[in-house]
């Protein structure tokens, strides 16, 4: 097996400089049947392009990570995982549904902001009224507002104090980079307050169930066999889905 990985590797670097070779000697090649010239450019502009493309590029490999940490799909991923950890359920429902509801949960809270940067910075931006900068701008002052709603005070100056900043006056003079973790803790807080408070029902079912067994003298079955169909029931009976679902969506109000 390392024979076939060492030949492998060979074989590759070969073809490597091979292929270098021929570029070096042969500046012209063919694509879609039209010859193309690799020569180096003296227009600036080749190379700004280039870096707005890699910019774009890198943006959109980072695009998960921005809807996950800048967007209301943190609170409610956890919250839902709470629901399904307070009744017990082990997989049920299952990771992809959970997903699923919170990303299109986030797309109905997320889409008056979409809208804004929409109107605001991407249609100027192609229509060519303003700048890359500008549209930059533009873009962040509907998420950097939805974030400043929802961040605590107590985590932004956690952020503001480590990075030196305490002499800022207005929101905008904090930073981007500094309101984002500012944001993420405080999303972490205030889903974990949320879990919490739907814990203790269910909770409360354990404890009378475990009480009522150990009276009755079966200790030996396990309180989780018997609690879970009326945590269940408890769930349906108040229409757990739409109190949760309401107060989640509201909560960003």
Do not use: C
Not at 59 to 64: Q, S, V
Not at 68 to 95: D, E, H, K, W
Not at 118 to 144: H, W
Not at 208 to 233: D, E
């Amino acid at each position: 097996m390392k024979k076939v990985i060492k030949i492998t590797t060979i074989i590759i670097l070969i073809m490597v400089v091979m292929s270098s070779i021929t570029y070096a000697q042969e500046p012209m090649a063919s694509m879609f049947g039209k010859d193309i010239s690799i020569t180096n450019s003296s227009n600036p502009e080749n190379y700004v392009f280039s870096l707005q493309l890699l910019f774009l590029l890198t943006i959109l490999t980072l695009a998960p990570s921005i809807l996950i940490m800048m967007t209301s799909f943190t609170r409610i991923l956890i919250v839902l995982s709470f629901i399904r950890s307070a009744i017990g359920l082990q997989q049920t429902p299952p990771n992809h549904v959970i997903i699923g509801l919170s990303l299109f949960l986030t797309f109905f809270i997320m889409t008056p902001i979409a809208t804004q940067v929409q109107t605001q910075a991407i249609e100027p931006y192609l229509a060519s009224e303003i700048s890359q900068d500008v549209a930059i701008k533009n873009a962040m002052d509907p998420i950097r507002e939805f974030m400043f709603k929802q961040t605590r005070d107590k985590d932004l100056s956690l952020f503001l104090d480590i990075k030196g900043l305490s002499d800022v006056t207005k929101l905008d003079d904090i930073p981007t980079h500094v309101l984002i973790p500012g944001f993420i803790i405080s999303e972490l807080k205030t889903a974990f307050q949320i879990g919490f408070v739907i814990y203790i029902p269910f909770l409360v079912i354990d404890m009378i169930v475990a009480s009522t067994l150990m009276a009755m003298g079966m200790m030996m079955l396990p309180p989780v066999i018997i609690s879970l169909p009326f945590k269940i029931l408890l769930f349906i009976l108040v229409d757990g889905w739409n109190i949760v679902i309401k107060s989640l969506v509201l909560g960003f109000k």
